[in-house]
């Protein structure tokens, strides 16, 4: 099972283009409209008011951020609403190139991982903005910049982005 | 419980763009998997089918669309799915068909189409980010790549370079691999050189997109001795899932791999798993994804992966032979059918089948690992010749 050929038909572009092989096109059209929960029903009704909002369970001890109704590790009902701040560090960060769907874009969309303060290890998938690239890293502070109260609609995209915390703006971090 | 053997293999090629369908690389696969141990279709009993997410192809219930050609006509057929990790749970699924006494000959199929899905198939991936709070920011599957990468390194102070090594060695060792459609020799430079697609990964620290299928031949002991002279025994499995918050996580290592790893040594009685497994085939999607394996599989001191690659100890010829095969960088990554091409892989090598991909010393023991879902899952054989 080393040397010999193996069976299977690569086909390459040139075959393509050239209509050696028969194909057939099919767009996929569906739309879905997703209930968004109890918990995080929650969690985005607050972040239209600007403020971020995560269950605590009273076994481990624990902030949950994204929140849920139950503790998956206790495996029991989560027993409080606890507001924590729009602030915290970046666990891990990236520079993308690629948009959803592979294609280039050419500014990179700036993306990480943020340890929300006040939660019990919680991290939010989110951007970053308003800060050099290079500037980035593991443990940087942060803070969300939100849309104006107007402008929000219970989404995680009412945070636009989380920015650096400016020591002279924001006071100590 | 019983034993159970592996006692036949077969594989595609492995390509961008196969003209066939997913039902007929399954049966290309499946059908050379049960000639070579001199079986047909009358002899199995129960049929394990592993294929990735649907969204790939467009066609629902994937299972029941390969099995006429995965050998599944009017038999027990199953599919179990655990994203990337499916091409080594399907042999660990298939494995309790056979070790409960249920059925003495179970034939497993895994096939991947990822060229169906236009204008790439990461448009389908993103359906696996949470629906409510990722979506919305429209992410790219090698997002959570690139974020556990960059924790990955910096916990441990990894260097770009160090990893790339992975994929020097991987392409290089699929030259050797009749299913490959990307071995090539590069360097460390060609690596740090290709396109930043989402830093810090190149293009050339990850695997491609393919099409392809691999299937393999489980059976009980009676079977096997009947008519094998050279069965591989699995002495071991083991899966784990940790949380899909994984925003909540370490992503600097995979403690589940680990959960895993612990669970199919304490069956086949590994208490050194350093000393006693002398080959490995990883899951190797994106290059520095084989040593956080090895780490999350004991095989080295966590951040230390590294390291003994650059020290050469993970070549063909090195101490411990780390995907010899070429893995999913150097022969490509039809996703299920990548995972169970390395249960393959084992098996050949364990038998001294593997040609010019031997690993020398005529070894007694190997693993094969496979992870997926979303960086959750950890899904474990260990296989062992007499």
Same mark, same amino acid.
């Given at each position: 099972? #080393?040397?010999? #050929? ?13 209509? *050696? ?12 409209? %997703?209930? #968004? ?10 972040? *239209? ?39 915290g560090s970046v666990n891990t960060y990236s520079l993308s190139h690629l948009r959803w769907d592979a294609s280039r874009v050419e500014e990179p969309i700036l993306v990480a991982v943020i340890e ?7 991290g939010l998938l989110h951007y970053l903005g308003d800060v050099r690239p290079e500037e980035i890293h593991i443990g940087m *502070?942060v *803070?969300a910049v %939100? ?8 989404s995680i995209l009412?945070i636009r982005h989380f920015r650096p915390?400016? #020591? ?6 | ?18 003209? =066939? ?12 998997? /049960? ?5 047909? /279709?009358? +002899? ?8 990735? !997410? ?9 299972? =029941? ?19 990337g990790?499916?091409? $080594?749970? $399907?042999? @660990? ?10 059925? &003495? ?9 990822m060229?169906?899905c236009?204008p790439h198939p990461q448009g389908a991936f993103v359906t696996i980010f949470d629906n409510i709070l990722e979506r919305p920011l429209e992410p790219n599957l090698i997002w959570i790549f690139a974020l556990e990468m960059q924790r990955y390194m910096d916990?441990?102070?990894?260097t770009k370079?160090?990893i790339a090594?992975?994929s ?7 030259? +050797? ?12 430079? &060609?690596v740090m050189e290709s396109e930043v697609m989402v830093s810090p990964v190149n293009r050339l620290d990850v695997s491609p997109v ?5 299937? @393999?031949?489980?059976?009980?002991? &009676? ?18 899932? +940790?949380?899909?918050?994984w925003t909540?996580r +370490?992503l600097a290592? !995979?403690?589940?791999? =680990? ?24 899951? &190797?999607p994106f290059s520095y994804k084989?040593?956080h394996? /090895?780490?999350?599989? /004991? ?8 390291? @003994? ?12 032979? $780390? ?10 990554n ?38 997926g879902?979303l960086m959750? $899952? ?9």
């Amino acid at each position: 099972m #080393t040397e010999r #050929t193996l069976p299977g038909t690569p086909l390459s572009d040139e075959d393509m283009q050239q209509g *050696k092989v028969l194909t057939l096109n099919w767009p996929a059209s569906l739309r879905y409209e %997703w209930d #968004t929960g109890v918990a995080i029903g929650r969690f985005l009704r607050e972040l *239209k008011n600007g403020r971020i909002i995560g269950r605590s369970c009273h076994r481990c001890q624990r902030v949950l951020i994204p929140p849920r109704m139950f503790c998956e590790r206790c495996f029991r009902p989560t027993d409080a609403w606890q507001f924590v701040q729009d602030s915290g560090s970046v666990n891990t960060y990236s520079l993308s190139h690629l948009r959803w769907d592979a294609s280039r874009v050419e500014e990179p969309i700036l993306v990480a991982v943020i340890e929300i303060d006040g939660s019990s290890q919680g991290g939010l998938l989110h951007y970053l903005g308003d800060v050099r690239p290079e500037e980035i890293h593991i443990g940087m *502070k942060v *803070k969300a910049v %939100w849309k104006p109260a107007e402008e929000r609609e219970g989404s995680i995209l009412d945070i636009r982005h989380f920015r650096p915390i400016d #020591t002279a703006q924001d006071g100590p971090a | 419980m019983r034993k159970v053997a592996v006692v036949g293999a077969g594989l595609t090629r492995f390509m961008r763009r196969a003209q =066939e369908t997913g039902p007929e690389l399954a049966w290309l696969a499946a059908s050379q998997a /049960l000639e070579s141990c001199g079986l047909g /279709l009358k +002899d199995v009993d129960s049929v394990a089918i592993g294929t990735a !997410p649907d969204a790939f192809d467009g066609v629902h219930m994937k299972g =029941e669309y390969l099995a006429p050609g995965a050998g599944g006509w009017g038999r027990p057929v199953t599919r179990p799915y655990a994203g990337g990790g499916t091409g $080594v749970l $399907v042999p @660990i699924h298939a494995w309790f068909n056979v070790a409960s006494g249920l059925f &003495d000959v179970c034939l497993v199929v895994a096939e991947e189409k990822m060229s169906t899905c236009h204008p790439h198939p990461q448009g389908a991936f993103v359906t696996i980010f949470d629906n409510i709070l990722e979506r919305p920011l429209e992410p790219n599957l090698i997002w959570i790549f690139a974020l556990e990468m960059q924790r990955y390194m910096d916990t441990y102070g990894i260097t770009k370079e160090e990893i790339a090594l992975v994929s020097v060695k991987n392409k290089r060792n699929g030259l +050797d691999h009749p299913s490959t459609h990307v071995a090539e020799e590069i360097t460390v430079k &060609d690596v740090m050189e290709s396109e930043v697609m989402v830093s810090p990964v190149n293009r050339l620290d990850v695997s491609p997109v393919s099409d392809g299928a691999a299937a @393999i031949v489980l059976v009980s002991e &009676d079977v096997a001795r009947r008519i094998s002279d050279n069965p591989v025994w699995i002495d071991g499995i083991g899966w784990n899932l +940790d949380t899909a918050y994984w925003t909540n996580r +370490d992503l600097a290592y !995979p403690s589940y791999v =680990e959960r895993a790893a612990r669970m199919a040594y304490k069956m086949a009685g590994i208490t050194e798993p350093r000393k006693q497994i002398n080959v490995v085939e990883p899951y &190797d999607p994106f290059s520095y994804k084989e040593l956080h394996h /090895l780490e999350g599989l /004991l095989l080295c001191d966590k951040g230390q992966a590294a390291k @003994i690659t650059a020290d050469g100890v993970t070549q063909r010829n090195g101490d411990m032979p $780390v995907s010899p095969s070429g893995g999913l960088l150097g022969v490509g990554n039809p996703i299920a059918a990548a995972g169970l091409m390395k249960v393959a892989e084992i098996f050949w090598q364990l038998r001294g089948e593997a040609g010019r991909r031997q690993v020398p010393g005529q070894p007694k023991v190997g693993l094969a690992q496979a992870w997926g879902d979303l960086m959750q $899952v950890g899904t474990v054989v260990v296989m062992r010749v007499d």
